[in-house]
T-cell receptor
Framework: EDQVTQSPEALRLQEGESSSLNCSYT??????LFWYRQDPGKGPEFLFT???AGEEKEKERLKATLTKKESFLHITAPKPEDSATYLC????????????FGTGTRLQVTL | NAGVTQTPKFRVLKTGQSMTLLCAQD?????MYWYRQDPGMGLRLIHY???????AKGEVPDGYNVSRLKKQNFLLGLESAAPSQTSVYFC???????????FGDGTRLSIL
């Protein structure tokens, strides 16, 4: 059974204070790992897909990396508008139409 | 630029009532999905469809039915609502199984 664990559950940063969110996963065969951002009262918004260990993707202040057991979402010099819940999900080779989601990391960036 | 649209946005039901949640996408996506999101739990897949006229069970299908009569629409039905079905329901769509899923903004459903 695929499993995704995200840590920390919540993170409070000051503007400009860089940090990383962790996504640990167990899957029989990884087809893809996805990062989403979710704002309160909204649906998840797609950020990145990573397919193989060593892969990295960047978008503005966000950078996602992947190893064989975990993924990190690095946030460099965050701004208050980066405040959101960040969700990680895995897709396994055995269940191509199914994503298994973690419970998310709730990020708050203050001035 | 609508993307995935869900109706209604909010609904309160009494135990035993029935209702249908509607999802519409304008991206010509083949795949559509219904999830529920509960506090402390990740999004869980209820049912999904890989094309018009097809449906399949996800992780938590009991108490729900779905239909995909048109490619752009995916309906989620609750025949006899139970308090355990109080949740936020999200619809998503993707071009195929290799592409990321795009989500609607959810339907908040309370069952008393």
């Amino acid at each position: 059974e695929d499993q995704v664990t995200q840590s920390p559950e919540a993170l409070r940063l000051q503007e400009g204070e860089s940090s990383s969110l962790n996504c640990s996963y167990t899957v029989s065969g990884l087809r893809g790992l996805f990062w989403y951002r979710q704002d309160p009262g909204k649906g998840p918004e797609f950020l990145f897909t990573l397919y193989s260990a060593g892969e990295e993707k960047e978008k503005e202040r966000l950078k996602a990396t992947l190893t064989k057991k975990e993924s990190f979402l690095h946030i460099t010099a965050p701004k208050p508008e980066d405040s959101a819940t960040y969700l990680c999900a895995v897709q396994s080779t055995g269940t191509a139409s199914k994503l298994t989601f973690g419970t998310g990391t709730r990020l708050q960036v203050t001035l | 630029n609508a993307g995935v649209t869900q109706t209604p946005k909010f609904r309160v039901l009494k135990t035993g009532q029935s209702m249908t949640l509607l999802c519409a996408q304008d991206m010509n996506h083949e795949y559509m999905y219904w999830y529920r999101q509960d506090p402390g739990m990740g999004l869980r897949l209820i049912h999904y469809s890989v094309g018009e006229g097809t449906t399949a069970k996800g992780e938590v299908p009991d108490g729900y039915n779905v239909s995909r009569l048109k490619k752009q629409n995916f309906l989620l039905g609750l025949e006899s609502a139970a308090p355990s079905q109080t949740s936020v329901y999200f619809c998503a769509s993707s071009l195929n199984s290799n592409q990321p899923q795009h989500f609607g903004d959810g339907t908040r459903l309370s069952i008393l």
